[in-house]
Structures are given as C-alpha cells and as structure tokens.
C-alpha cells in the first residue's frame, strides 16, 4: 500500500557498514512503505559503537552543506519528510536546522519528524549521552521547526525543563512540547507505572490538530507494550522512521499509526530475541552482534503489522 503519490523522504542519520542503526534503521521499513529515501550519512562506522570495536568516518557540517548543494544545483532539492536522529556536533545539527528550514520554503507542508537524541534513564538516574551543549540547540533551534518528536521521558524532561512522576505530568509535558512547535509528540518509553503491570512499558502520544475553523484539538494516547529483556540498538530509528510511514497514512489518527508503529517493532524485537538467543547458544548471553535487529526478516510484519498492541485513548 504505497503512498498516492511519490514521497520523498530526506534522511540524515548514522550509516553502518554492519547492522541496523541510523539510516540502515530507516531506509528499508520506509522503502517497504512505498516511500522514497535519499540518505545523508553523518557518521559512516563499521558498526554501531555498542561493539567492542568500531573504525569510521564523521560527516562534518561543511561536508553536508557541501551535499545539500549538490543536489539543489540540480533542482531536485525538494521533499515531503526529513527525518534525524542521533547527532554529536552542534555545528551539525545548526546546518540540519538551516536545511529543514529552506525546504520548508519549498514547500509549506514538508514534515520534519526529529528524534531529539540526547541521553536516557538507566536505573531511574537519567544521564546524557551526547554532549550537553547540543541541548540548547535541540530545545531553541530544532523543536520549533520539528512537527514530530519522538523524545524518551528523559528527553522530554530535559527539553521542557520539568520532571515527569506521573502520567498528567507527562500530559503536561506534551503540552509544553506542542507549545514549542511540533504538533505531534511521542514520548517513545518512560518509567510511568503501566496499567497492566511491570512487565509493560508505557509510551504516550498527543496530537494537537488545528480544525478548519480555527479551534484547536489534542487526541492523547497510551500504548503499553510488553517488555524485552534485552539491550537492542537501532530501536528508536526504527520507530520514528514507522511512525513517519504511518502517520501519513493515518495523518489524523495518532492511535492507529501508534498501534501499527509499536506492533511493527514488537514483532522485530521478539523474532531479533528468538534468532539471538539460538544463535548465543544455551545459556549464554548474545553478544552485540547477536541482537542486531532482524529487519529483512520481518519485512511481512513491517508492511502489514498484525495489531498486537493496543492503545488506549485518554
């Protein structure tokens, strides 16, 4: 089921010659969803730097601008989505600002899907993984271009500047998100007791959609989803590449893109466990290399999600 129209998806993420991070995360869900992608690599390693090892090349700002020339001394700088994730340089991340903002003069209803990497909780003590001056640029400069976020909790609270306890702190969290710019947020996993219990990780969702005469309306969503009991890299490039695909099949319905999103990667994940763990053998621990995301492998679950997850509307 391809989008009516040729869309086209500029991408501006990691690139590994081995696995399934970054743009190796994005490019072929999105593929398989009938978008077109044209990638910029911003960092070209061996692997992800979960290995022990890993050898590469880092894509400065003066090298994407270079790009970014290229292919508008061509006329063919025009695009439907821009989509970046995890970035280590300031200076980079101000040029992925100037970009977004010039194509969104092309054309007025480009979307610009940005997951605000910074850092994630561990043991409930939050810490940041990049490095701290690119909070300020994310939080004054990128969000309020961005139109869809994809924050952890962590994230959320370091972009908002408020902690989140309890789900209505985390609706009001939203909120302050949506006033910054970007009309749809989700806050991909959080630490919020779920419902059904600890064995469930909570997402939330808002979308705040303005009606043609002129009110304005939010849909707020939970999704519980089962935990895994392992550490996967590349999840959250998949997820915002997904919920880039099915939010614009479903650009008023956060819920349904929300639950064909988060089945998608629940169905990766358990087939990425199953094939790590025959692989580690018996008793072992998988390795790194073990728990790279069976992608190509879950190309029917990525298409066509069965609905394993539900969400529930607040």
Not at 96 to 105: A, G, S
Not at 141 to 146: D, H, N
Not at 157 to 166: A, P, V
Request: proline content about 4%; hydrophobic content about 40%.
């Amino acid at each position: 089921m391809e989008p009516e129209r040729e869309c086209r998806v500029l991408s501006i993420q990691s690139h590994v010659v081995r696995g399934y991070v970054g743009n190796k995360a994005a490019t072929f869900p999105l593929q398989v969803l009938g978008f077109e992608v044209d990638t910029v690599n911003s960092v070209q390693f061996s692997n992800h730097t979960g290995y022990a090892h890993w050898k590469g090349q880092v894509l400065n700002s003066d090298e994407l601008h270079e790009l970014y020339e290229g292919l508008k001394l061509n006329k063919v700088n025009q695009y439907d989505y821009v989509l970046t994730g995890y970035t280590r340089d300031t200076s980079f991340l101000a040029m992925v600002v100037d970009i977004v903002q010039e194509l969104k003069q092309q054309n007025s209803n480009l979307v610009y899907v940005c997951d605000p990497v910074m850092g994630d909780k561990w043991n409930g003590e939050g810490s940041m993984y990049v490095p701290k001056d690119l909070l300020p640029v994310y939080r004054d400069k990128v969000v309020p271009v961005a139109d869809i976020i994809t924050p952890n909790q962590f994230e959320a609270e370091l972009l908002t500047g408020r902690k989140i306890h309890t789900e209505k702190d985390a609706l009001e969290v939203m909120d302050m998100l949506h006033a910054m710019g970007p009309e749809t947020v989700v806050i991909t996993s959080s630490d919020l007791q779920a419902p059904l219990g600890n064995d469930y990780l909570i997402a939330l969702g808002s979308h705040r959609k303005t009606n043609a005469d002129g009110t304005k309306m939010t849909q707020r969503i939970r999704v519980e989803s089962p935990k895994v009991d392992a550490v996967f890299v590349g999840t959250g490039d998949l997820f915002a590449a997904m919920l880039l695909a099915w939010t614009h099949k479903h650009p008023n319905n956060l819920k349904v893109a929300c639950e064909k999103t988060v089945s998608a990667m629940q169905h990766v994940l358990q087939r990425t466990i199953k094939s790590a763990k025959a692989q580690a053998g018996e008793g072992n621990k998988p390795n790194s290399a073990h728990l790279e995301l069976r992608m190509v492998q879950s190309k029917q679950d990525i298409e066509n999600p069965e609905i394993i997850v539900k969400a529930t509307v607040l």
